[in-house]
């Protein structure tokens, strides 16, 4: 626990996100994100009204060979009583654990109605 209790919710929003999306878990993703939601990668805005093809938009995203998700960092840049911005170090692996990609964003974890989820995201990465 940090002394901070917005770090804190944004930090268990990241780790519930990454457990879900390993998990392969829809439901369970589309409760650490607010909709609609929103993602620029490649100077192009993807923006999800509502949970329905989430995943299947990131599975076409992250590809064939995806077996898993790692955040390489977690590291807090603003912190309000209303949202954090976390630095991200995304790092994607095949199943046997050889890497596949690795890439930076930016995650916006907003509380909206008392309830803290990721409301969009910048990345830098080559797909989109």
């Not at 938009?57 to 060979?65: M, T």
């Amino acid at each position: 626990m940090t002394e901070a209790p917005e770090l804190d919710a944004a930090l268990a929003v990241m780790q519930a996100h990454l457990d879900a999306l390993n998990a392969r878990d829809e439901e369970a993703i589309a409760l650490t994100l607010h909709f609609p939601h929103y993602r620029l990668s490649g100077g192009k805005m993807r923006i999800w009204d509502r949970p329905g093809v989430y995943f299947e938009d990131f599975r076409k995203r992250a590809g064939e060979e995806w077996g898993y998700t790692k955040w390489g960092e977690l590291s807090p840049l603003q912190i309000s009583s209303e949202k954090v911005h976390l630095s991200v170090q995304v790092d994607r692996y095949r199943a046997d654990g050889l890497p596949l990609t690795s890439f930076k964003s930016l995650w916006v974890i907003a509380r909206i109605d008392d309830v803290w989820a990721a409301q969009l995201r910048s990345s830098f990465a080559s797909d989109l």
